[in-house]
């Protein structure tokens, strides 16, 4: 079975500042890795995923994540935070070939000026 | 095109009723996903329907609850005899068979008294 830990249940950041939310996960078996973004009331939207390829994935809106697969991570990063990236981030993971979802317990971002 | 669509968007019930909760996935998706987010638990998968095969079930927390997709589009989500700890935001889920973006609705938000 797969599992996913975010430590980290609230990060509090300065705008502009650069900010990190760390996601593990486990699996005996190839994964998908995924964040997804929830903003104040509204539902869940795909921020970025890693498939295969490239182990540097990257959002529109300026967010990236890592996968290293040495340290079973999948960190999200964004160099410049702004107001609007308050929201809550989660981290998910699925099986190469099934498409459940395993949720970590979330991140809540917190950007103020 | 339309989103996922899920209605109610909030319902309050009391304790031992049973509820409905339907779910309108994206045109054109086979695969439907139900998942829960409650407090205690995070986001938790609970049923998949994929095309024409048996659904995963896997999920269910118990037989009170069921679901059913008829003519491999709208979904229902049934809770008999609610409990106050089913009391969570349900979330509907669809993407394209084999694809491994899923697209989320807005969620019903069931709270039981």
């Known amino acids: 079975a797969q599992s996913v830990t975010q430590l980290d249940s609230q990060v509090p950041v300065f705008e502009e500042a650069p900010v990190e939310l760390r996601c593990n996960y486990s699996?005996?078996?190839?994964?998908?890795l995924f964040w997804y973004v929830q903003y104040p009331n509204q539902g869940l939207q795909l921020l970025l995923k890693y498939l295969s390829g490239s182990t540097l994935v990257e959002s529109i809106n300026g967010f990236e994540a890592e996968f290293n697969k040495s340290q079973t991570s999948f960190h999200l990063r964004k160099p410049s935070v702004h107001i609007s990236d308050t929201a809550e981030y989660f981290c998910?993971?699925?099986?190469?070939?099934?498409?459940?979802?395993?949720f970590g317990t979330g991140t809540r971002l917190l950007v103020s000026p | 095109g339309a989103g996922v669509s899920q209605s109610p968007s909030n319902k309050v019930t009391e304790k031992g009723k049973d509820v409905e909760l339907r779910c309108d996935p994206i045109s054109g998706h086979t695969a439907l996903y139900w998942y829960r987010q409650s407090l205690g638990q995070g986001l938790e998968f609970l049923i998949y329907?994929?095309?024409?095969?048996?659904?995963?079930k896997s999920g269910l927390p118990s037989d009170r609850f069921s679901a059913e997709r008829t003519g491999g589009s709208v979904s229902t989500l049934t809770i008999q005899r609610t409990q106050q700890e089913d009391s969570a935001v349900y979330l509907c889920a669809s993407s394209l068979i084999g694809a491994e973006t899923q697209y989320f609705g807005p969620g019903t938000r069931l709270l039981v008294l």
């Open positions: 998910a993971v699925s099986r190469t070939g099934f498409q459940k979802l395993v």
């Open positions: 329907f994929q095309g024409n095969s048996a659904p995963d």
């Open positions: 699996s005996s078996v190839s994964v998908y």
